[in-house]
C-alpha cells in the first residue's frame, strides 16, 4: 500500500492526515519519507502504541507527526477545519454500522485536488478466506453476504469498489484507481504455510508480486481487501 499511495502522492512535505491510524503503521513510513502526518485516532492505547513507536523513530521524522485523539466521526473539528493534501482511513470503515458520517468527513478533511485513500473489505471475495479454512457452509453462506468475523475477532462489513466509488463522487471525490491487497499471502497464510518474515530476499520476491498483483486483473478482484484512491475536485 505504501508503494501504491507513493504512484498518486504529491511530493513531500505534503500534509497527510491518517483517519483511525491506530500505531501508525501506514502513516510512519510516509513521515519517514518526507510527509507532514496527523494521526488521528479514538483509542488512548493505540495512540499509546503510536507514541511508543514514534520513540523509536529519527528525530527529524518525530517532528513530522502530530497525534490526535479523536473519533473519525469529528476529524474536521478535531484539526480545527484543516484540509489536507492527502486523507487516508484503512481498516475502519468495515467496522461501522452506518460509514456516511466518517466518509463525509474524509472528504470534508481533504483539499481541493487532495487525495482521499480507504482501504476496505472486499464483498466480491467475501467467500475466499473461510473457503480456504475448510469453512464450506460460511464459503457458501459469504456469496450472497457482505458482514463475516473479521481476524481480529468483530463482525466487519464488506464494501466493493463500485459502491465507495460512487459515495465518493457524490461527495466530490473522483475514483482515480483501486488496487487489490493480500492476495497470495493470504492464501498461505490460510492454507498453513509460514513465510520467513527474517529472509529479507524473500520477503522483496514476495511484495514484487504482490504490487504486482494488485495492479493487474483478475487477481486484484479476488483479494481480501481493496485500496480506492480518489481525488477530490477543485
Same mark, same amino acid.
Given at each position: 500500500?505504501?508503494?501504491?499511495?507513493?504512484?498518486?502522492?504529491?511530493?513531500?512535505? &505534503?500534509? #497527510? %492526515?491518517?483517519? $483511525? $491510524?491506530?500505531?501508525?503503521?501506514?502513516?510512519?513510513?510516509?513521515?519517514?519519507?518526507?510527509?507532514?502526518?496527523?494521526?488521528?485516532?479514538?483509542?488512548? /492505547?493505540? +495512540?499509546?502504541?503510536?507514541?511508543? =513507536? %514514534?520513540?523509536?523513530?529519527?528525530?527529524?521524522?518525530?517532528?513530522?507527526?502530530?497525534? !490526535?485523539?479523536? *473519533?473519525?466521526?469529528?476529524?474536521?473539528?478535531?484539526?480545527?477545519?484543516?484540509?489536507?493534501?492527502?486523507?487516508?482511513?484503512? $481498516? #475502519?470503515?468495515?467496522? +461501522?454500522?452506518?460509514?456516511?458520517?466518517?466518509?463525509?468527513?474524509?472528504?470534508?478533511?481533504?483539499?481541493?485536488?487532495? %487525495?482521499? /485513500?480507504?482501504?476496505?473489505?472486499?464483498?466480491?471475495?467475501?467467500? !475466499? =478466506?473461510?473457503?480456504?479454512?475448510?469453512?464450506? *457452509?460460511?464459503?457458501?453462506? &459469504?456469496?450472497?453476504?457482505?458482514?463475516?468475523?473479521?481476524?481480529?475477532?468483530?463482525?466487519?462489513? &464488506? *464494501?466493493? #469498489?463500485?459502491?465507495? /466509488?460512487?459515495?465518493?463522487?457524490? =461527495? $466530490? !471525490?473522483?475514483?482515480?484507481?483501486?488496487?487489490?491487497?493480500?492476495?497470495? !499471502?493470504?492464501?498461505? *497464510?490460510?492454507?498453513? &504455510?509460514? %513465510?520467513?518474515?527474517s529472509d529479507k530476499t524473500q520477503v522483496a520476491a514476495t511484495a514484487a508480486v504482490e504490487l504486482e498483483a494488485s495492479r493487474r486483473d483478475p487477481y486484484r478482484q479476488l483479494s481480501r481487501v481493496?485500496h480506492l484512491v480518489g481525488r477530490k475536485r477543485s
Amino acid at each position: 500500500m505504501h508503494r501504491q499511495l507513493l504512484e498518486h502522492l504529491p511530493a513531500p512535505p &505534503a500534509s #497527510v %492526515l491518517d483517519v $483511525g $491510524g491506530g500505531a501508525g503503521h501506514q502513516s510512519f513510513p510516509l513521515a519517514q519519507a518526507g510527509y507532514d502526518v496527523t494521526l488521528l485516532d479514538p483509542s488512548p /492505547s493505540m +495512540l499509546d502504541k503510536a507514541r511508543k =513507536r %514514534l520513540q523509536r523513530l529519527p528525530e527529524e521524522t518525530r517532528q513530522r507527526v502530530t497525534l !490526535v485523539e479523536a *473519533d473519525g466521526e469529528k476529524a474536521a473539528e478535531a484539526v480545527n477545519g484543516r484540509q489536507f493534501a492527502a486523507v487516508l482511513c484503512h $481498516g #475502519v470503515l468495515g467496522y +461501522l454500522e452506518n460509514p456516511d458520517p466518517l466518509m463525509d468527513q474524509l472528504c470534508q478533511c481533504a483539499a481541493p485536488g487532495g %487525495l482521499v /485513500s480507504i482501504m476496505a473489505g472486499n464483498a466480491n471475495a467475501s467467500a !475466499v =478466506r473461510p473457503a480456504l479454512e475448510r469453512r464450506w *457452509d460460511d464459503a457458501l453462506a &459469504a456469496f450472497d453476504s457482505s458482514t463475516e468475523i473479521g481476524v481480529l475477532g468483530l463482525p466487519t462489513r &464488506a *464494501d466493493t #469498489v463500485e459502491d465507495l /466509488s460512487a459515495q465518493l463522487q457524490r =461527495r $466530490g !471525490v473522483e475514483a482515480v484507481r483501486w488496487y487489490g491487497v493480500w492476495l497470495f !499471502v493470504d492464501w498461505l *497464510d490460510f492454507s498453513g &504455510a509460514e %513465510l520467513d518474515a527474517s529472509d529479507k530476499t524473500q520477503v522483496a520476491a514476495t511484495a514484487a508480486v504482490e504490487l504486482e498483483a494488485s495492479r493487474r486483473d483478475p487477481y486484484r478482484q479476488l483479494s481480501r481487501v481493496f485500496h480506492l484512491v480518489g481525488r477530490k475536485r477543485s
